[in-house]
């Protein structure tokens, strides 16, 4: 299966959040895939505490310098190959994701079917 890959801007983006958050235990990314949006499945990016999941052998975590990357593996079969991008330009502020696998995606790019 394919990875997911971080962009240079999304990477530092999320370093930048996670140095604002007065909570240093938080240093886990969370990607997941929640049921919602205009076209049915939504992304869902938070950073958590370790502790407070509970990882199965069959999950994905990513570590990189200064996080690491949790996706549990429903999720990870729909992300699979998919770019984690972040722009601060005229088309929106904020996360995209670049999600090969997703058919139909809502205008807003915030939801998305397989």
């Not at 969370?30 to 502790?51: M, T």
């Not at 199965?56 to 975590?61: F, P, T, V």
């Not at 990870?76 to 929106?92: I, K, V």
Request: net charge negative; proline share 2%.
């Amino acid at each position: 299966m394919s990875e997911i890959t971080i962009s240079d801007a999304a990477y530092h983006r999320i370093c930048e959040i996670k140095g604002s958050d007065s909570d240093e235990q938080k240093n886990l990314l969370q990607i997941s895939i929640i049921s919602g949006g205009c076209s049915g499945l939504s992304y869902d990016l938070k950073l958590v505490k370790e502790h407070e999941l509970t990882i199965k052998e069959s999950d994905h975590l990513f570590e990189y310098p200064d996080f690491s990357l949790y996706i549990d593996m429903r999720s990870y079969l729909m992300l699979a190959g998919t770019e984690l991008d972040f722009s601060d330009g005229l088309e929106g502020k904020g996360f995209h994701f670049h999600n090969p696998n997703a058919s139909r995606t809502c205008s807003c790019g915030e939801s998305f079917s397989i």
